[in-house]
């Protein structure tokens, strides 16, 4: 129902600079307020079934009964309102229920300031400063607690299938433990669906190390519902590989690359880095499974002498280091980097940057979990060169492939 103009102009006309409309006092908080009350009351007259004063709420068994006060927060910072009552407390008003305190939208604010890595004291600092709204930090650690359920939800809804590749990566938090504070490894998978879609399946803070956690990982992916995967892209932490061949027999893993140099290039003084990348780069952009081993034998007569490890490395996890090259040069990148969740990582170390330690695992998960909905968001399109590396697997994997 459109608003008569002629009523706006009324209300205007006494009116002349923004901040005597909407500033703090101004017209459209004045307004807001009437609005509310006059609604309340409305709502308040048809619960008891008679009008003020009138004769039928003689007897009736309930009355008016005067006003509380409360104060809404919102966009226009602080409101103060006057509720009507009823005498036998029956009645809880639907435009601004019993208990409700801010606006709708308002949770939601704060749920994105704390997605973002603000702190608590910052995001009580932001509210104030734009929207000039005091919040405590009880409040915030309230409407970002109840996270904590959704996650639980997130973290055991069923799972697709068939995820053609799987990313398995961890970052480093820090955590509280008593009077110490604890790294600790929270653990990430994404998968990528048959539309080619980047999807995170779950989040894992560490208990305990090795084999056995990897294999809990795997198995309960499987137990939400994911019955195969054709390539697992892994950082290469001892006893992942192992573990999901566990559970997922047929599944290729492949070790990430850009794990793989980070981790050569730790043995490398910065003046030859860059000489030493270059040379771990013509091993992994060959042609062909043999025409890397041959550079790989260049790398080692080279470099033997002065960094051994990096080839005996190489060497010892070749047969999880060359899966891609059956594939086209176009898809490899798909393949064997998890760049899909690096950049990820990336992301999230930015936001924990920002906190230095969290009181408990649970908090980190919930920060990380806020941060995740923001991020995944943007996952509208396929990952690139999709089209090819699917035609790929339709051949390679044809027993494995459902029919599209």
Not at 272 to 301: G, N, P, W
Not at 371 to 396: D, H
């Amino acid at each position: 129902m459109p608003i008569d103009h002629k009523l706006i102009d009324n209300l205007l006309k006494d009116y002349k600079t923004p901040e005597e409309i909407l500033g703090e006092g101004g017209l459209l908080k004045q307004l807001t307020k009437a609005v509310l009350e006059r609604a309340m009351q409305a709502e308040l007259t048809e619960h008891l079934g008679y009008e003020r004063h009138d004769a039928a709420g003689d007897n009736s068994g309930n009355s008016r009964n005067g006003k509380s006060r409360k104060t809404l927060k919102g966009d226009f910072g602080n409101l103060p309102i006057e509720v009507p009552r009823d005498r036998d407390a029956s009645f809880d008003p639907k435009i601004v229920p019993k208990g409700q305190t801010r606006f709708d939208g308002f949770d939601d604010k704060i749920l994105s300031l704390y997605a973002r890595g603000m702190t608590t004291r910052e995001i009580q600092s932001h509210l104030e400063e734009i929207y000039q709204v005091e919040v405590s930090p009880a409040l915030i650690s309230s409407v970002t607690d109840a996270v904590i359920e959704e996650v639980k939800v997130w973290q055991n809804r069923p799972l697709d299938p068939l995820y053609p590749i799987l990313y398995l990566d961890a970052l480093q938090v820090k955590v509280r433990d008593g009077a110490h504070i604890r790294n600790k490894a929270i653990y990430l998978a994404i998968g990528v669906n048959l539309s080619g879609i980047k999807e995170v399946l779950g989040l894992w803070v560490a208990q305990t190390e090795g084999a056995k956690f990897w294999l809990q990982i795997v198995t309960e992916l499987k137990n939400r519902g994911v019955e195969d995967i054709f390539i697992a892209c892994v950082d290469g932490l001892k006893g992942f590989p192992e573990a999901i061949e566990t559970v997922f027999p047929q599944a290729q893993v492949q070790l990430c690359i850009v794990h793989l140099v980070r981790h050569s290039l730790n043995y490398v003084g910065w003046k030859q880095r860059k000489e030493v990348a270059a040379d771990l780069q013509r091993i992994y952009r060959a042609s062909t499974r043999e025409e890397a081993e041959m550079k790989l034998d260049e790398f080692a007569q080279k470099w033997d002498e002065q960094f051994p490890t990096i080839s005996k490395s190489w060497r010892a996890n070749w047969e999880r280091i060359v899966p891609f090259f059956a594939y086209p040069a176009d898809i490899r990148k798909v393949i064997y980097t998890t760049n899909a969740i690096e950049s990820v990582n990336m992301s999230l170390r930015k936001i924990i940057k920002n906190r230095g330690s969290f009181p408990t695992d649970e908090s980190a998960l919930k920060l990380l979990y806020l941060a995740l909905q923001n991020i995944s968001r943007k996952w509208t399109m396929p990952i690139k060169e999709w089209k090819a590396a699917l035609n790929r697997f339709a051949i390679l994997f044809e027993d494995r492939m459902p029919v599209l």
